[in-house]
């Protein structure tokens, strides 16, 4: 499909700015969407278990919420559209990744960005205890990767529920985004998500010292590059950190998308490499619709200040009412649903 001209535009020139966008969308967003969750955890066939949260309305319909790394049910963007699918009506599930949901994981591997196989097991789980009969996923970054990839992994047998998926700032090519991030530009986003991760890291390295011998164990030093060679990579089974970032970026898997995919990643977004935009594969698979709005930042897509309703929820709800026959979308003069059924 051609590209999307895309109609995000920030009210206020602060937020054409993707550093100021970026922030304020994920630490200083005054209103806060409140959800009340339920929990249930799913116990996998390794030993480990997945925690969900369910924010339920008694419908058939289900929107699956992937977050980004560090990410969960409860971060503000997965919040904000578990909350704006709640108010039309639909259930929605936010996965919690593996020692993401306060807890730690029982095993050495943990999340990572190709772990699609999680989300698979998410998936046949809801449709099996719960019948849902539509289904919808929306990816943040990481989520973003992890949903792209599952589909195209499945292709042809992707569970006929699943009508959409969107995508919103994924890092499709992993060894590139990396090197980007190691930018002079992103240093205060690299030393945040160190917090956090080393902190893990070095837990996981008191349990298993032998199998994670070359981690030295960091706080808020180090980058991306460092801790995917000597923990992700090793943690997670993958031979090098080369065979990681191949194995795991969604670019690949792209071509064999079979439903109808909305991927959006800003012009500005400084987390992201050339690869993440993949005009090719959109030009050529019917299936993927690319929208490339000049600015947005990383997640962000900040209107105005203290927006209730964010432009990322409007815009995935929007095209899975297209996808569903309930609403077209304006896209280029042509709506999304004028085009599926072209």
Not at 149 to 161: F, H, S
Not at 241 to 258: G, M
Request: hydrophobic share 40%; charged share 20%; with cysteine.
């Amino acid at each position: 499909m051609p590209i999307i001209q895309s109609r995000f535009q920030p009210k206020r020139w602060l937020f054409r700015n993707s550093h100021l966008s970026t922030i304020y969308a994920s630490l200083i967003r005054r209103w806060i969407p409140q959800v009340k969750f339920q929990r249930e955890r799913l116990e996998l066939v390794d030993g480990d278990f997945l925690d969900l949260d369910w924010s339920k309305k008694g419908g058939k319909k289900l929107v699956i919420v992937l977050a980004g790394l560090e990410g969960k049910a409860h971060s503000m963007y997965a919040r904000s559209s578990i909350k704006h699918f709640n108010d039309q009506g639909w259930d929605a599930l936010g996965l919690n990744y593996r020692g993401c949901s306060g807890e730690p994981n029982r095993l050495l591997r943990g999340y990572h960005m190709g772990a699609s196989e999680d989300v698979k097991v998410v998936v046949e789980h809801a449709i099996e205890k719960y019948s849902y009969e539509e289904i919808v996923l929306i990816g943040f970054s990481l989520g973003g990767n992890l949903a792209l990839k599952y589909a195209g992994e499945e292709g042809t047998l992707l569970p006929k529920q699943i009508k959409s998926i969107v995508s919103f700032s994924a890092p499709m090519d992993l060894q590139a985004s990396e090197e980007r991030m190691n930018r002079w530009y992103n240093w205060h986003y690299v030393k945040w998500f160190m917090l956090t991760l080393n902190w893990k890291a070095n837990r996981k390295k008191r349990q298993y010292p032998k199998q994670l011998d070359s981690y030295r164990g960091f706080f808020m030093s180090g980058n991306f590059i460092y801790f995917d060679t000597h923990f992700t990579a090793p943690a997670n089974g993958f031979a090098s950190v080369d065979a990681y970032w191949e194995k795991s970026s969604c670019r690949p898997h792209l071509a064999n998308i079979t439903i109808p995919t909305l991927i959006i990643a800003s012009k500005n977004d400084t987390f992201l490499s050339e690869n993440c935009y993949p005009i090719q594969a959109a030009t050529t698979n019917p299936n993927l619709y690319l929208e490339i709005p000049e600015t947005g930042g990383h997640c962000a897509f900040i209107r105005y200040f203290n927006e209730q309703v964010w432009w990322m929820e409007e815009r995935a709800f929007e095209f899975a009412n297209a996808v569903l026959g309930q609403k077209g979308i304006p896209t280029n003069n042509t709506s999304v649903v004028d085009k599926l059924r072209a």
